[in-house]
């Protein structure tokens, strides 16, 4: 069974860019969740994807967006970044559009703005 | 007011110790409560998923739910120095809501 995989592991943006970030989900999970997670902070939700829509989403801005593709991969993007921007952006995929179902995590993509 | 409240630690405690890790939340609409080890450099693994009040063991592992109350913990039983790790408290209601994670230290 293959796990949840994110790519890159790191990345060093500045202010003002863009930065694109990418997951895999396990093999049979057709849900896939995108979280931000601060330093010293637990992850905050911040949009889920089931079947190349989006499905819920928390309080960010509309410049996190993301998409997912047929195969259930799923893409994080985020314009004109900013300081705060910095943290571990964590991609977690589940089962059938079920928000409540566990959530099984990548180990993350760590980003950092200078 | 956060909606689920972690105690960050951190917390030490000799290898064989039994270990109790807590949460308490305002939202009393949450069924669903997962407890998730995340190591360092890691994305957090799943340890317990429960529905709604009551027990759950798995191994040396227990979870509890106390929807009254407000509160749920985790209890590790013969801690381990592998078992050195931060753990987060999750809840659901049509999205999740973690804690801000506890830091066990197993000392050897």
């Known amino acids: 069974e293959t796990g949840v995989t994110q790519s890159p592991t790191h990345l060093i943006k500045t202010r003002g860019q863009q930065v694109t970030l990418r997951c895999s989900s396990q093999?049979?999970?057709?849900?896939v969740s995108w979280y931000q997670q601060a330093l010293g902070q637990g992850p905050q939700f911040i949009f889920q994807y089931y079947r190349e829509e989006e499905n819920g989403r928390g309080n960010f801005p509309p410049r996190f967006s993301g998409l997912q593709f047929p195969n259930y991969s799923s893409e994080l993007n985020v314009n004109a970044l900013e300081l705060d921007d910095s943290a571990l952006y964590l991609c977690a995929s589940s089962l059938e559009g079920d928000a409540n179902q566990p959530q099984h995590f990548g180990d993350g993509t760590r980003l950092s703005i200078l | 007011q956060k909606e689920v409240e972690q105690d960050p630690g951190p917390l030490s405690v000799p290898e064989g110790a039994i270990v109790s890790l807590n949460c308490t939340y305002s939202n009393s609409a949450f069924q669903y409560f997962m407890w998730y080890r995340q190591y360092s450099r890691k994305g957090p693994e799943l340890l317990m998923y429960?529905?709604?009040?009551g027990n759950k063991e798995d191994g040396r592992f227990t979870a509890q739910v106390d929807k009254s109350s407000k509160y749920i913990s985790l209890f590790i039983r013969d801690s381990q120095p592998s078992d050195s790790a931060t753990y987060l408290c999750?809840?659901?209601?049509?999205?999740?809501?973690f804690g801000s994670g506890t830091k066990l230290n197993v000392k050897p």
């Open positions: 429960t529905y709604s009040s």
């Open positions: 093999s049979g999970h057709n849900t």
């Open positions: 999750a809840m659901s209601i049509n999205k999740f809501y």
